[in-house]
């Protein structure tokens, strides 16, 4: 079969390797540093969980829905190249974002950062040298500042530590406009007028919620100015004015945020499910499955180039191409400049032109497997969590490290850590698998994961995660390693890739989504350690409550006759010898025995 030039397998699974590379290389432009974006163009915590939860949530139930279509209308590559030349678009039009402070790219380029003082975005902190209570972090929302008798030189930043006096975040004020950050200036320093701390934070709406900073600082304004002199009575209600002018952009920069991303995901998430789903079909028609399995690591080193490699880009390079935009547009640029690499890839990407051989309705047939198998729903239910506890890290740990003075470089770089971990482990995994059971290794990958998430809730400086990301390896690698054996092992025939796309995208991504929700809200109502030490404590009872469920199932074996054919060549025999050299009668012969010790 070979000798076709349309079954060249070695140049498919060659064409196959570079796509996963380039693609790789493209969504670590963007995805872990877009959260990072929206904090800089001035959303709180809660609207950024409401973004990245929809976005999520967009990928899971849309991805499948047009890899159905593709397939049905045999229309992959146009699905392909649509969906590079539409993703590259979309992401230009984030650039496009009005960011809430109009001078921030100014400030953040002309070597401003020595300045201590920092106000970070409406309903995160306001932060900076301010008077504020002799009491813990932890007893205030997020957002909630406070300014009572006692002078302190502390800052805090917005996941509710507090930094020492000669401490100061890397960025220099904050995402609020400039006049915003005069008026509380001048405010603070004219008189000892105070900021009452806001107590009604959890029982207020979310907008209310995030615009209470600048409510509470209206009050503070108009004082401070008739303390001063009342010729600048007409100066602090402009700022007033102003500030309600503040609040209008906050809305049009999180609509325009949401809607961006939204119309960016409906077009990029059907890219790779679709890219998979036609090369595993390009080889199933030549059985050369098995070299299928080992493409995911060419996604892992682009990932692990691209974050590392747009990180020192950026710092070098978002001053000179925009310095009144947020910093952080080169990840936009640099996304779209990679799509267009991968478009040349994409039209020679091994597509098969014969119909697959798998029957329609695969998604409800998996459901229903799903429904029908104790084992399966337990495993969903861990998907789930381990999706919403993961979302908690990728959403604002960068927002910690950020906080700690951290630059891009070193984000990108604990990012680049835990993807060659996971490689590095990769060729023990059939001995880890052997000696802990699968069960044992999920157990093992929530406890990593809810150890890590321990560990980042007391983070006390930015380098201090590194270490952490090296269990990554455990915690997402060995972790999905277990889950895809078990699927493996419980699916039925030709239903092992569909029970394994839903684990991927339904479950995991609608804990993901979940999770977004619920932390945003956290963040801003509680603080990023709470968020953190509340999913420990999650996965920490789900761990205790699998284990003991999984040890009362029944242990049922089963027959994988598709592997055993795939091991043992046909060479029976009518006679009896040949008949007692039968591979299906050894291997029955075998279950017996087993099932009887």
Same mark, same amino acid.
């Given at each position: 079969?070979?000798?076709?030039?349309?079954?060249?397998?070695?140049?498919?699974?060659?064409?196959?390797?570079?796509?996963?590379?380039?693609?790789?290389?493209?969504?670590?432009?963007?995805?872990?540093?877009?959260?990072?974006?929206?904090?800089?163009?001035?959303?709180?915590?809660?609207?950024?969980?409401?973004?990245?939860?929809?976005?999520?949530?967009?990928? $899971?139930?849309?991805?499948?829905?047009?890899?159905?279509?593709?397939?049905?209308?045999?229309?992959?590559? $146009?699905?392909?190249?649509?969906?590079?030349?539409?993703? +590259?678009?979309?992401?230009?039009?984030?650039?496009?974002?009005?960011?809430?402070?109009?001078?921030?790219?100014?400030?953040?380029?002309?070597?401003?950062?020595?300045?201590?003082?920092?106000?970070?975005?409406?309903?995160?902190?306001?932060?900076?040298?301010?008077?504020?209570?002799?009491?813990?972090?932890?007893?205030?929302?997020?957002?909630?500042?406070?300014?009572?008798?006692?002078?302190?030189?502390?800052?805090?930043?917005?996941?509710?530590?507090?930094?020492?006096?000669?401490?100061?975040?890397?960025?220099?004020?904050?995402?609020?406009?400039?006049?915003?950050?005069?008026?509380?200036?001048?405010?603070?320093?004219?008189?000892?007028?105070?900021?009452?701390?806001?107590?009604?934070?959890?029982?207020?709406?979310?907008?209310?919620?995030?615009?209470?900073?600048?409510?509470?600082?209206?009050?503070?304004?108009? %004082?401070?100015?008739?303390?001063?002199?009342?010729? &600048?009575?007409?100066?602090?209600?402009? &700022?007033?004015?102003?500030?309600?002018?503040?609040?209008?952009?906050?809305?049009?920069?999180?609509?325009?945020?949401?809607?961006?991303?939204?119309?960016?995901?409906?077009?990029?998430?059907?890219?790779?499910?679709?890219?998979?789903?036609?090369?595993?079909?390009?080889?199933?028609?030549?059985? =050369?499955?098995?070299?299928?399995?080992?493409?995911?690591?060419?996604?892992?080193?682009?990932?692990?180039?691209?974050?590392?490699?747009? =990180?020192?880009?950026?710092?070098?390079?978002?001053?000179?191409? +925009?310095?009144?935009?947020?910093?952080?547009?080169?990840?936009?640029?640099?996304?779209?400049?990679?799509?267009?690499?991968?478009?040349?890839?994409?039209?020679?990407?091994?597509?098969?032109?014969?119909?697959?051989?798998?029957?329609?309705?695969?998604?409800?047939?998996?459901?229903?497997?799903?429904?029908?198998?104790?084992?399966?729903?337990?495993? $969903?239910?861990?998907?789930?969590?381990?999706?919403?506890?993961?979302?908690?890290?990728? &959403?604002?740990?960068?927002?910690?490290?950020?906080?700690?003075?951290?630059?891009?470089?070193? +984000?990108?770089?604990?990012? $680049?850590?835990?993807?060659?971990?996971?490689?590095?482990?990769?060729?023990?995994?059939?001995?880890?698998?052997?000696?802990?059971?699968?069960?044992?290794?999920?157990?093992?990958?929530?406890?990593?994961?809810?150890?890590?998430?321990?560990?980042?809730?007391?983070?006390?400086?930015?380098?201090?995660?590194?270490?952490?990301?090296?269990?990554?390896?455990?915690?997402?690698?060995?972790?999905? !390693?277990?889950?895809?054996?078990?699927? %493996?092992?419980?699916?039925?025939?030709?239903? %092992?890739?569909?029970?394994?796309?839903?684990?991927?995208?339904?479950?995991?991504?609608?804990?993901?989504?979940?999770?977004?929700?619920?932390?945003?809200?956290?963040?801003?109502?509680?603080?990023? =350690?709470?968020?953190?030490?509340?999913?420990?404590?999650?996965?920490?009872? !789900?761990?205790?409550?699998?284990?003991?469920?999984?040890?009362?199932?029944?242990?049922?074996?089963?027959?994988?006759?598709?592997?055993?054919?795939?091991?043992?060549?046909?060479?029976?025999?009518?006679? %009896?010898?040949?008949?007692?050299?039968?591979?299906?009668?050894?291997?029955?012969?075998?279950?017996?025995?087993?099932?009887?010790?």
């Amino acid at each position: 079969m070979n000798a076709n030039p349309q079954w060249d397998v070695s140049r498919a699974l060659g064409v196959a390797r570079l796509f996963h590379l380039v693609c790789g290389v493209r969504d670590a432009c963007v995805t872990p540093f877009l959260t990072l974006y929206l904090r800089q163009l001035g959303l709180a915590a809660p609207w950024v969980g409401i973004v990245m939860g929809t976005k999520h949530l967009i990928a $899971a139930f849309w991805a499948p829905f047009c890899a159905f279509l593709a397939k049905g209308y045999q229309k992959r590559r $146009a699905f392909l190249i649509g969906s590079l030349l539409g993703s +590259m678009g979309a992401s230009l039009l984030m650039v496009l974002v009005p960011p809430l402070d109009k001078d921030l790219g100014n400030r953040s380029c002309n070597g401003s950062r020595s300045v201590t003082t920092t106000v970070l975005p409406p309903g995160v902190a306001l932060t900076g040298n301010f008077t504020s209570a002799p009491q813990p972090a932890s007893n205030h929302p997020v957002g909630a500042p406070s300014l009572p008798a006692k002078r302190s030189t502390g800052i805090r930043d917005a996941s509710g530590f507090r930094k020492g006096p000669g401490k100061s975040v890397q960025e220099p004020f904050s995402y609020l406009p400039s006049y915003f950050v005069s008026s509380v200036e001048g405010a603070r320093t004219t008189s000892g007028a105070l900021l009452h701390p806001v107590t009604s934070g959890v029982k207020d709406t979310p907008w209310e919620g995030s615009f209470k900073v600048v409510s509470t600082v209206l009050p503070l304004l108009t %004082e401070g100015t008739a303390l001063g002199s009342p010729a &600048n009575l007409s100066t602090a209600k402009g &700022n007033a004015g102003a500030l309600d002018l503040s609040l209008q952009g906050l809305r049009w920069t999180f609509i325009l945020s949401l809607g961006f991303v939204v119309f960016w995901e409906l077009l990029t998430a059907p890219l790779e499910q679709v890219a998979d789903d036609s090369l595993y079909e390009y080889l199933d028609f030549v059985d =050369a499955t098995d070299r299928y399995r080992h493409l995911w690591i060419w996604r892992l080193l682009g990932m692990s180039a691209g974050v590392c490699g747009i =990180a020192a880009l950026v710092e070098q390079l978002d001053c000179f191409l +925009m310095t009144r935009a947020p910093r952080g547009v080169v990840h936009f640029y640099g996304y779209s400049l990679v799509s267009t690499l991968a478009l040349p890839v994409s039209t020679a990407f091994p597509i098969p032109t014969c119909r697959g051989r798998e029957p329609r309705h695969q998604t409800i047939k998996a459901l229903s497997l799903v429904a029908r198998d104790s084992r399966l729903i337990l495993l $969903a239910f861990t998907v789930f969590l381990v999706g919403a506890a993961t979302s908690t890290v990728q &959403n604002f740990l960068f927002w910690h490290m950020r906080d700690h003075g951290s630059s891009e470089l070193v +984000m990108g770089f604990s990012v $680049a850590l835990s993807l060659l971990g996971e490689i590095l482990l990769h060729p023990f995994k059939t001995t880890l698998l052997r000696k802990l059971s699968m069960a044992g290794t999920v157990g093992l990958g929530l406890g990593c994961l809810s150890g890590q998430l321990l560990y980042y809730s007391f983070l006390w400086s930015w380098w201090a995660v590194l270490p952490a990301q090296i269990f990554s390896a455990i915690s997402n690698g060995a972790l999905w !390693w277990a889950v895809v054996a078990s699927i %493996e092992d419980l699916a039925t025939p030709r239903m %092992e890739r569909p029970l394994s796309a839903m684990f991927r995208g339904h479950f995991y991504g609608g804990g993901a989504s979940l999770g977004s929700f619920v932390g945003g809200f956290m963040v801003s109502h509680f603080s990023l =350690a709470t968020l953190y030490q509340a999913s420990c404590v999650v996965l920490l009872l !789900w761990l205790v409550l699998h284990l003991s469920i999984q040890l009362r199932l029944p242990q049922e074996r089963k027959i994988n006759y598709s592997k055993l054919l795939a091991v043992e060549a046909s060479d029976t025999s009518d006679s %009896e010898q040949g008949t007692e050299r039968d591979w299906l009668v050894k291997a029955m012969r075998e279950e017996h025995s087993d099932w009887k010790d």
